[in-house]
């Protein structure tokens, strides 16, 4: 397995006068490689529902009684379901609202070469995803996870729109075929109905530029990478072109904010930019107004002045609640807690819909994986539990675009 997944050295970058950007940008690097790994190399099994003794929902008024009288039992925090049988008769939550623009996903299990994901397990989690959001992306493709997500949406039949990502690394043509012919199976079996999106590339100019001791998207070096994703871009727009779709899917990529360069913003159709204030040491409070600059000076004002206009979106945005470590409990400004993640939530998520902001939430889930492979923050930026119990946190209520 190619490993492209490296932290990316604080110290390679952060010149120049915008220091905190530089720096925040690096460290935002580092989260967004380890973000970006759970799309390629997925995610160890997280052991959801081992006799975890948590709420169990009490169903008020079931009309229709199955064998199981109160609905398939749930040890763990998921919907319950009327008919056990039926993944779209699950009892709605009152403390969710449809209030996310769009939510960053992948299946817990999606790594290969230990795939252990599965449709169960996926169907859970959409379940709830559809009571915070319409909108969800996916890293990659690898371990059928685009399939699983659309058998899911079938099953679960809840509104949501799906960008599917195809996660290529640089010089290894064959794990972007290997995705690219995922997608397309599933395109081909699902249809396109619930398909906003095909996100090729993911930091993918960040792994180029780093692992060649480059920093800038469009120098040379840049150049070369750009050559090769933009290959890619446009050999699944081939593939689209020959599957006859009855509508036209954009095509995109996601990369670090600092990291597209022109020739590949002029290839897509749109862009999805990570974006963290907790790496830019900014306070809690200050959090959302600077994702909301850094956004548009870094990537929406550039995308508007080229030919193609790209649509850009926020990629990931969010607020740990905790840090496995005392180094990383604060960021010089603000502590990694629940309560300035509901700051950070207060302050962002309405806003950002009313003023058209389009962003993936980052994330559903606190991932064990990476509090142990990483410490510090990077495995508790979930507003979910691992065990999908809401954190002590009050969900936004407006209703999101
Ligand atoms: C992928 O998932 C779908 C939906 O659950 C299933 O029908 C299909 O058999 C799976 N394919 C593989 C190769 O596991
Ligand atoms: C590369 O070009 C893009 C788009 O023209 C621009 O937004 C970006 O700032 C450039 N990157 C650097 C590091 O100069
Ligand atoms: C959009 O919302 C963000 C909060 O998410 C805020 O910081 C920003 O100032 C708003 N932008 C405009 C143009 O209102
Ligand atoms: C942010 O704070 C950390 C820890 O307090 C510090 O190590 C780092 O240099 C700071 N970064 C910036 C961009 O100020």
Redesign the pocket.
């Known amino acids: 397995m190619n490993q492209n997944y490296q932290y990316v050295n604080s110290s390679s970058t952060g010149l120049g006068a915008a220091i905190e950007k530089n720096a925040a940008r690096s460290r935002r690097s580092k989260l967004i490689v380890l973000a970006s790994v759970i799309g390629l190399l997925g995610i160890i099994g997280i052991a959801v529902g081992v006799g975890v003794s948590v709420s169990q929902r009490n169903k008020s008024s079931s009309s229709s009684s199955s064998s199981s009288p109160g609905g398939s039992s749930n040890s763990d925090n998921t919907p319950k379901q009327t008919d056990p049988n039926d993944p779209s008769s699950f009892v709605k939550d009152s403390r969710f609202h449809k209030a996310f623009y769009g939510m960053a996903y992948t299946p817990e299990g999606s790594l290969l070469p230990d795939c252990g994901n599965s449709l169960d397990s996926v169907i859970k989690d959409i379940q709830i995803l559809s009571q915070l959001t319409s909108r969800v992306r996916l890293y990659g493709a690898d371990c059928n996870q685009t399939a699983l997500v659309l058998e899911a949406i079938k099953q679960t039949k809840v509104d949501m729109q799906v960008y599917v990502g195809n996660y290529p690394v640089p010089n290894d043509d064959g794990v972007y075929t290997r995705q690219r012919d995922i997608i397309r199976d599933a395109i081909t079996t699902y249809g396109t109905d619930h398909i906003a999106g095909i996100t090729v590339g993911n930091e993918f100019m960040l792994n180029y530029l780093t692992s060649n001791g480059a920093t800038d998207p469009n120098g040379s070096v840049g150049a070369q990478g750009a050559a090769m994703l933009v290959r890619y871009i446009k050999d699944t727009r081939d593939m689209l072109a020959s599957m006859n779709l009855p509508k036209t899917i954009p095509v995109g990529n996601s990369d670090a904010g600092s990291f597209f360069s022109t020739e590949v913003l002029s290839n897509i159709d749109y862009g999805l930019s990570n974006v963290h204030a907790w790496f830019a040491n900014t306070t809690a409070n200050d959090a959302?107004?600077?994702?909301?600059?850094f956004f548009?000076e870094t990537n929406v004002q550039p995308a508007s002045l080229l030919p193609n206009n790209p649509k850009m979106y926020i990629a990931e945005t969010g607020w740990p609640s905790k840090s496995s470590d005392v180094a990383n409990a604060n960021n010089g400004a603000s502590d990694a807690s629940e309560a300035n993640l509901q700051i950070f939530l207060d302050?962002?998520?309405?806003?950002?819909n009313?003023?058209?902001?389009a962003y993936f939430y980052f994330e559903l889930f606190d991932e064990e994986w990476k509090d142990k492979q990483y410490g510090g923050v990077e495995g508790w930026w979930g507003l979910f539990n691992k065990d999908r119990s809401l954190k002590n946190i009050k969900l936004p209520t407006c209703t999101a675009p």
Do not use: L, M, P
């Open positions: 959302a107004g600077w994702v909301s600059n548009q302050t962002f998520v309405c806003q950002a009313a003023n058209g902001t």
